[in-house]
């Protein structure tokens, strides 16, 4: 599978149909948009970043093993997983600096 690397944003998606769309100025009900939970929906980024590292995992052992010979396979699989990685570790810096912002809010 080639992707490039922009499009792995589109790859993640979250456990309801469809994917998701930023919408502004509109009012968020209880469950997001698409009745996902924000918890739900931060469990399951986190799980699809670790299905991709654990991919990338085996396909480092297929390599190592002989199983397969096709390196750019491999390199395209930790490339996947790193972006990945980097942008769950960006989603959760930016919720840090948030939840920051709304404790030095408070009298």
Not at 41 to 70: F, R
């Amino acid at each position: 599978m080639n992707m490039n690397p922009f499009e792995l944003n589109n790859q993640i998606r979250v456990g309801g149909p469809g994917e998701l769309k930023p919408t502004l100025n509109k009012p968020v009900e209880k469950g997001g948009e698409n009745g996902v939970p924000f918890k739900d929906m931060l469990k399951g980024l986190v799980d699809q970043v670790d299905t991709l590292q654990k991919e990338a995992d085996k396909s480092i052992d297929g390599l190592v093993t002989g199983e397969t010979s096709n390196v750019h396979d491999v390199v395209v699989k930790l490339e996947e997983a790193g972006i990945a990685f980097d942008l769950m570790m960006k989603v959760r810096d930016k919720l840090m600096d948030a939840y920051q912002q709304v404790l030095r809010m408070q009298p």
